[in-house]
């Protein structure tokens, strides 16, 4: 980072507002869904964990941001391994969580009748068990590999943080890391492209059982039901499609710096606002919540 107090002023500026409009609006979601009875439902439970991955992940990697655009961009290393086990196990836990939550449209779109059935309370649990588990054992590989790499070239990590897939880490070790980096990248693009291929399945299904609706207002407010989540879908397949399938990291990282900032602050701002303005039943849980602490002030 270019010591330059000027854009080192503007840039923890940007990354605190950020910040703080993220966790902010995320921890706003999880309220209203813990205290509007109209939003006990099993997509509501799955957003309100999806605003909790969202609210971690951006704390997790803006915190250490924070503290480089003060200016010191010293580092020790055991914070390292522990800051990349924590970003890299929230953002696996968030593609199972969009795939269980496209699942979760399908049943209700499609299956209608049965879908309290179907997606019950303890069911849910299970999905969102199962989306932390498939997340651990995924990533725990890698990561325990990661402990063996050797150091001795350069202590410089080329990037703001530790993430990007251990692209910074593995450029500066002197270990043989070619193996480590199909690894990871072979792991990377099975997650990617079994999530996205259920994600799409869910969606064709979807749109194929929508179109069937007879009333064009019934196909509209199916599809708002499900914009919300396409759109965040998109924004997350896209960016870390973008960050993590690199053929060569020790050749890429670069590229990602500015993509990574972007990512872990502006993305985790997007998510309550296109939940909420996309979404009639928030917005109205968001208002009485606003009554409610009106009234409380009054008394």
Same mark, same amino acid.
């Given at each position: 980072?270019?010591?330059?107090?000027?854009?080192?002023?503007?840039?923890?500026?940007?990354?605190?507002?950020?910040?703080?409009?993220?966790?902010?609006?995320?921890?706003?979601?999880?309220?209203?869904?813990?205290?509007?009875?109209?939003?006990?439902?099993?997509?509501?439970?799955?957003?309100?964990?999806?605003?909790?991955?969202?609210?971690?992940?951006?704390?997790?990697?803006?915190?250490r941001y924070l503290y480089l655009a003060t200016g010191?961009?010293?580092?020790t290393y055991n914070p390292v391994p522990l800051n990349?086990?924590?970003?890299?196990?929230?953002?696996?836990?968030?593609?199972?969580?969009?795939?269980?939550?496209?699942?979760?449209?399908?049943?209700?779109?499609?299956?209608?009748?049965?879908?309290?059935?179907?997606?019950?309370?303890?069911?849910?649990?299970?999905? =969102?068990?199962?989306?932390?588990? %498939?997340?651990?054992? *995924?990533?725990?590989?890698? &990561? $325990?590999?990661?402990?063996? /790499?050797? +150091?001795?070239?350069?202590?410089?990590?080329?990037?703001?943080?530790?993430?990007?897939?251990?692209?910074?880490?593995?450029?500066?070790?002197?270990?043989?890391?070619?193996?480590?980096?199909?690894?990871?990248?072979?792991?990377?693009? =099975?997650?990617?492209?079994?999530? %996205?291929?259920?994600? *799409?399945?869910?969606?064709? &299904? $979807?749109?194929?059982?929508? /179109?069937? +609706?007879?009333?064009?207002?019934?196909?509209?407010?199916?599809?708002?039901?499900?914009?919300?989540?396409?759109?965040?879908?998109?924004?997350?397949?896209?960016?870390?499609?973008?960050?993590?399938?690199?053929?060569?990291?020790?050749?890429?990282?670069?590229?990602?710096?500015?993509?990574?900032?972007?990512?872990?602050?502006?993305?985790?701002?997007?998510?309550?606002?296109?939940?909420?303005?996309?979404?009639?039943?928030?917005?109205?849980?968001?208002?009485?919540?606003l009554k409610r602490i009106a009234s409380l002030s009054?008394?």
């Amino acid at each position: 980072m270019q010591k330059s107090p000027s854009l080192q002023i503007l840039l923890f500026i940007f990354l605190l507002i950020t910040y703080l409009l993220s966790v902010i609006g995320n921890l706003t979601i999880i309220a209203l869904t813990f205290v509007d009875s109209c939003l006990k439902t099993p997509m509501y439970f799955f957003l309100q964990n999806f605003s909790f991955l969202k609210a971690s992940f951006t704390t997790v990697c803006i915190r250490r941001y924070l503290y480089l655009a003060t200016g010191d961009n010293t580092v020790t290393y055991n914070p390292v391994p522990l800051n990349y086990f924590f970003v890299i196990v929230l953002g696996v836990t968030e593609f199972f969580l969009l795939t269980t939550m496209s699942y979760d449209r399908y049943v209700a779109i499609c299956k209608p009748l049965h879908y309290m059935t179907i997606m019950n309370h303890r069911v849910c649990i299970r999905f =969102l068990i199962c989306c932390y588990i %498939l997340a651990l054992l *995924i990533v725990l590989p890698p &990561y $325990i590999m990661g402990f063996d /790499l050797e +150091f001795c070239d350069s202590n410089v990590i080329d990037h703001f943080g530790c993430d990007a897939a251990a692209a910074p880490i593995l450029k500066i070790s002197c270990s043989d890391t070619e193996f480590l980096e199909q690894f990871v990248l072979v792991l990377a693009v =099975l997650t990617l492209i079994f999530t %996205l291929v259920c994600v *799409i399945l869910s969606y064709i &299904y $979807i749109i194929r059982t929508i /179109l069937r +609706f007879p009333s064009v207002q019934q196909r509209k407010e199916a599809f708002s039901t499900c914009s919300s989540h396409i759109i965040v879908v998109s924004i997350t397949y896209g960016s870390r499609i973008f960050i993590y399938i690199k053929p060569q990291v020790k050749e890429g990282v670069a590229m990602n710096k500015m993509v990574s900032v972007l990512m872990t602050s502006i993305a985790p701002v997007m998510n309550p606002f296109i939940y909420t303005l996309r979404n009639k039943q928030v917005i109205q849980a968001f208002k009485d919540m606003l009554k409610r602490i009106a009234s409380l002030s009054k008394n």
